[in-house]
């Protein structure tokens, strides 16, 4: 598997961003697409997951602020991040596990990594 995000950047709060990975070698069967985030000093944390089959999950912090998308036919998911604060300032990883979006955010739970994209917000 291999995963490149970009279109990461810096903004201003409550600006917008659309992050992107491109996904390959997920070849069969069931699988989960998540994207975590990565403050400096900071655990990884759960933003957003879904399905190849189109269930979508996110943490209580972005609702309502970001969605997360999966292009099927490019292979590509993405990360639309509307109404940005401060702390939304990490780097972004997309990582995927096979067969279902687990309930836990836990990311020791998924299998692969990309390099990551940085999402900057100014106040």
């Known amino acids: 598997v291999h995963l490149v995000e970009s279109g990461g950047g810096s903004v201003q709060t409550g600006g917008s961003l659309r992050v992107s990975c491109a996904a390959s070698?997920?070849?069969?069967?069931?699988?989960?697409l998540a994207w975590f985030r990565q403050a400096p000093g900071k655990e990884r944390e759960g933003v957003a997951a879904?399905?190849?089959?189109?269930?979508?999950y996110y943490v209580d912090s972005v609702k309502g602020r970001f969605t997360i998308s999966l292009d099927n036919r490019k292979n590509t998911l993405y990360l639309q991040l509307n109404s940005l604060k401060p702390e939304d300032t990490a780097m972004y990883y997309c990582?995927?596990?096979?067969?279902?979006?687990?309930?836990?955010?836990?990311?020791?739970?998924?299998?692969?990594w990309g390099q990551g994209t940085q999402v900057s917000v100014s106040s």
């Open positions: 879904t399905s190849n089959t189109g269930r979508t």
């Open positions: 990582a995927p596990r096979y067969f279902y979006c687990p309930s836990s955010w836990s990311p020791s739970l998924y299998n692969y």
């Open positions: 070698g997920l070849t069969y069967g069931d699988y989960c």
